[in-house]
């Protein structure tokens, strides 16, 4: 299995929902990262994880609030969240730090 | 300040023609040189690969060149497909403690019938 995972592919949540983002990735790889894309502009990055832990916040609001179950999991917790949240939501993991990173294929997110 | 740039911003080709998208970076120190390809609301795939001694890497259609002394790099695709419309996207890895990507704006390629 060389790919990640990712659900839902689309959301719709209102600003006073709460939702998760679901990763996956069954390459053996330590290290996972959440993005977020903007339409037109390139991934942002928002969290990263190593060995389960949280290594890297890119100072991102405590609204988004990763979560790291196990070594193949990685989800994102969605809480009171603004329409400017409304984006592509990226999760890419790699073997470790220095190697490669395998991107999924997103979560449309759209907060009314 | 760590900086990928890419022209053109778009480009439209026609099918079976082949084009050439550019790429310039000022990120120090250099660890290596990724091409992506994004399709529309999809993640990146990750197309090449040149670390700073490498000058040329071909993935079936796509041959990327890299000029570490003028840090510049290339991506030529020959022979378009529609499949080919696309973003393609420059990144480049700073040598940090972590592979800190550095995503350019992409280029978007439209292959036209």
């Known amino acids: 299995d060389t790919e990640v995972t990712q659900t839902p592919k689309h959301l719709v949540m209102g600003m006073t929902n709460k939702k998760s983002l679901k990763c996956e990735q069954h390459m053996g790889h330590r290290a996972m990262y959440w993005y977020k894309q903007k339409a037109k502009k390139p991934p942002e990055l928002m969290f990263v994880y190593s060995y389960e832990k949280l290594s890297i916040n890119e100072s991102v609001p405590s609204r988004f609030s990763p979560e790291c179950p196990n070594s193949s999991l990685l989800n994102l917790h969605l809480h009171a969240l603004q329409p400017e949240d409304s984006a592509l939501y990226l999760c890419a993991s790699s073997q470790d730090f220095q190697e490669t990173q395998y991107f999924g294929p997103g979560t449309r997110l759209l907060v009314l | 300040k760590n900086q990928v740039e890419q022209s053109p911003q778009s480009l439209i080709i026609l099918e079976g023609k082949n084009c050439t998208l550019q790429?310039?970076?000022?990120?120090?120190?250099?660890?290596?040189l990724r091409w992506y390809k994004q399709d529309t609301g999809r993640g990146p795939v990750s197309l090449t690969i040149?670390?700073?001694?490498?000058n040329t890497k071909s993935n079936g259609r796509y041959t990327a060149t890299l000029d570490a002394d003028t840090k510049q790099s290339s991506l030529h695709i020959t022979a378009s497909q529609l499949s080919d419309s696309a973003s393609y996207i420059c990144v480049v890895s700073a040598r940090t403690g972590f592979q800190k990507l550095v995503f350019g704006t992409g280029t978007r390629l439209l292959v036209s019938p």
């Open positions: 040149m670390t700073f001694s490498e």
């Open positions: 790429c310039n970076y000022t990120v120090s120190p250099f660890s290596n």
